[in-house]
């Protein structure tokens, strides 16, 4: 079977899946979980292009799909003008000591011969620096955080529309991996992974504890919309008569008195899905273009140089190829397009709950969309975003009809079958596993593997 065949076939099962979702539940499930499909191939394509183009083993994902889910606060809160007048000043002073800190440490290492006295210089500027900081910055925290701090208790953010966190939390993604790249990519590849979870943890707390910056463990709730709010729609008008003329053909069957009930539960749920496809065309178009940029970058001259890096890194650097200089960019790349989709995913759910970002969800997760979809392959990335999405939402009613079935010879009040049922949303983790190894049995290099053209 040819590949193209085969991602027809693929893509064609997956939009079945979809369907039966919404002929058997409902229209309004199906497209949460195409949105939410679109998202995760977003974040997939950003870790196949640092595995599957470069071999990257970046286990950090959690940590940059938080920095993008930031960014949307960052970007779309209004700014709290009594949380700023409190502490600016103090802020400003700790983040010149901050530099400052960074600029006469590097000068040091630099401009010094390395021994002894340059280690001395350089320990008594970190120490100094970090004291300085610590000086201006904690009394500013206090007093930004004392500002109605069950409401507010921090700077809030630009007051921008959130679409445009999209494109900042690519670029907080993207200065965030150039440091940790600079750090970590001259590590093994187990060691690297080590490094990443161990960076992406250590955002994550600092976003929990940092509650001038992001509200830590309160949460911000509310964020603004790209799309129309669904209360809104069920009182325009010409939203009303376009579900009238929708529904026509039923509504007019009925008498005048049951034509207001049935039109006005109409609304409600058209409202619903009508906003959800505002969302479908947003984050499709954010896919796409991500899509065809990386599909255009792999096949390119850099695309190739990068596959040959990945495949013999020593034969690459002999022919003089700056083998950690590629890496820092394609681990910049593929973060900042995490970053991107972290920020789609908080504009969806209208809220930053940093306690929510999990390994298992954000990491383990995509790590599994990428190996089952096929690595390298960007289509691939694509279908397992698709695929191992609805497999993790379906598997919990899927789940639970199993084990009803499964115990449907038992009493109603037997312990066991009790204990079944009430325990079957956890066969989503049996699911994953499952469907992770047969993939790997029957198809190692993923659904749709690699495709590699030789030139003759």
Not at 12 to 21: E, F, K, P, R, T
Not at 128 to 153: C, F, H, N, Q
Not at 380 to 388: A, K, M, Q
Request: glycine share 10%; with cysteine.
């Amino acid at each position: 079977m040819s590949s193209e065949l085969k991602t027809k076939l693929a893509f064609a099962m997956v939009a079945g899946l979809l369907l039966i979702i919404g002929f058997s539940q409902s229209w309004s499930v199906a497209l949460g979980i195409f949105n939410l499909c679109l998202i995760s191939a977003v974040m997939a394509l950003g870790v196949n292009i640092q595995w599957g183009y470069a071999g990257l083993l970046n286990v950090g994902i959690m940590g940059f799909a938080a920095l993008g889910g930031m960014a949307a606060v960052l970007v779309s809160q209004a700014p709290v003008a009594a949380a700023w007048e409190a502490g600016w000043a103090k802020l400003a002073l700790a983040a010149i000591f901050f530099l400052a800190t960074v600029i006469g440490t590097r000068l040091c290492y630099r401009k010094m011969s390395p021994g002894r006295h340059r280690t001395l210089s350089m320990t008594a500027i970190i120490i100094l620096g970090l004291i300085m900081v610590r000086y201006w910055l904690d009394p500013a925290v206090a007093s930004i955080e004392a500002i109605e701090s069950a409401k507010t208790g921090f700077l809030g953010g630009m007051g921008l529309p959130i679409i445009f966190s999209w494109i900042f939390g690519g670029f907080v993604a993207a200065g965030i991996a150039w440091v940790v790249g600079k750090v970590a990519l001259g590590l093994r590849a187990d060691y690297l992974a080590i490094a990443t979870l161990g960076i992406s943890e250590i955002i994550i707390a600092v976003m929990k504890n940092e509650d001038w910056l992001t509200r830590g463990v309160k949460n911000v709730t509310g964020l603004s919309r790209p799309v129309p709010y669904e209360i809104n729609l069920q009182t325009t008008e010409w939203f009303i008569n376009l579900v009238s003329w929708w529904h026509s053909g039923t509504l007019s069957a009925l008498s005048k008195t049951d034509q207001a009930g049935v039109l006005k539960q109409a609304v409600i749920e058209s409202s619903s899905i009508f906003v959800k496809l505002c969302y479908t065309g947003l984050f499709a178009s954010v896919l796409i273009i991500v899509l065809l940029l990386s599909v255009k970058a792999l096949n390119s001259p850099w695309g190739r140089m990068m596959r040959a890096i990945r495949d013999n890194e020593i034969a690459a650097g002999a022919m003089g190829k700056d083998v950690t200089r590629r890496h820092l960019e394609v681990f910049i790349i593929g973060s900042a397009v995490v970053g991107v989709a972290g920020a789609m995913l908080t504009t969806l759910d209208g809220q930053f709950t940093p306690t929510s970002y999990q390994p298992l969800r954000y990491t383990f997760l995509i790590w599994v969309m990428v190996i089952v979809g096929g690595s390298g392959n960007n289509m691939g990335s694509v279908l397992g975003g698709f695929l191992i999405w609805i497999i993790w939402i379906e598997a919990e009613p899927v789940g639970v009809w199993l084990m009803q079935f499964g115990t449907s010879w038992m009493d109603e009040g037997n312990s066991l079958r009790i204990h079944l049922i009430d325990n079957a949303q956890h066969m989503r983790l049996f699911f994953m596993g499952l469907v992770l190894l047969l993939v790997l049995r029957f198809s190692p290099g993923g659904i749709l593997p690699e495709v590699v053209r030789r030139r003759s």
